[in-house]
């Protein structure tokens, strides 16, 4: 197991020394254009496929562990579906607050370009839409304090 965490970790390692060589060194960013989009996708597939095999040989060795279910208590499906249940509204009113912020960020920019006096204006449109992530967390809160 520790293996597949080593693999994972120099996936990453190599991805940030590339970024730090491209960064450091401009020249090479020329020469980068035939080699460093293989090098990328190859870290990207090794990283995802130790991911996956680290996730099947986890559920092994979690499952092997009686004790740790014992340990946590008798957690029903009940239980388990309403947990679940109080992340849903978070989950979603992040989602569309993720959705609605796009446009209106890019438009408040398009904006700013040509008349910078607005920027209040646009920074309150903003935040109502960051509002409805708000929202969404105090109704997850509510509803945790239900159950």
Do not use: C, H
Not at 23 to 46: C, D, H, Y
Not at 90 to 110: E, K, Q
């Amino acid at each position: 197991m520790y293996w597949l965490i080593g693999i994972m970790t120099g996936a990453i390692a190599g991805l940030v020394f590339a970024g730090i060589y491209l960064e450091m060194t401009p020249e090479a960013k020329i020469q980068a254009a035939r080699w460093f989009k293989p090098v990328i996708g190859s870290n990207l597939v090794v990283f995802v496929v130790a991911q996956g095999l680290l996730v099947f040989m986890g559920i092994e060795q979690v499952m092997a562990a009686p004790g740790v279910a014992e340990a946590a208590g008798d957690i029903s499906i009940g239980m388990g579906l309403a947990i679940i249940g109080v992340g849903i509204p978070t989950a979603l009113s992040t989602i569309a607050a993720g959705i609605a912020v796009g446009p209106i960020g890019a438009a408040s920019l398009a904006v700013l370009a040509e008349r910078p006096e607005v920027f209040g204006r646009t920074l309150i449109y903003l935040g109502l839409a960051e509002g409805i992530a708000i929202y969404g967390l105090v109704i997850s809160i509510l509803l945790l304090d239900k159950i």
